[in-house]
């Protein structure tokens, strides 16, 4: 792991100050496309409201993992938008879910062309 994996991870499991804090991370592969393309940048907020639909960062055994939340007869389950990983669907626990995303960019993209989430 990364010296910052693991410092993100030892903030969040500490549940220091900074862990109430939004960071930023880019999006490695074509798992979530069409909404987010590979290499853009979104913005997490560790703090935000969890609920049926939102986009997510979770903990999982192999780490963190940046997924669609659905939320089926109280059950959480976390997916990919690319149907070409739809294989990957699994159940969480609602404990797992460390942040939702609140914006993305795209990679040297411009101002305007940012994206906010209010999940409304």
Same mark, same amino acid.
């Given at each position: ?73 109280? #059950? ?12 990957? #669907? ?31």
């Amino acid at each position: 792991m990364s010296d910052l994996k693991s410092e993100i991870t030892r903030q969040l499991e500490a549940g220091s100050c900074a862990a109430s804090e939004l960071f930023a991370l880019q999006v490695i592969d074509n798992s979530m496309e069409p909404e987010f393309r590979k290499d853009c940048i979104i913005v997490i907020d560790p703090d935000g409201v969890v609920r049926d639909g939102v986009y997510v960062v979770a903990l999982i055994e192999s780490g963190y993992i940046f997924r669609q939340l659905k939320i089926e007869d109280e #059950r959480y389950f976390i997916q990919p938008l690319n149907e070409d990983y739809l294989h990957e #669907r699994r159940e969480i626990a609602p404990d797992a879910i460390k942040g939702i995303v609140v914006q993305q960019a795209p990679p040297n993209g411009r101002r305007k062309e940012r994206k906010k989430y209010t999940y409304q």
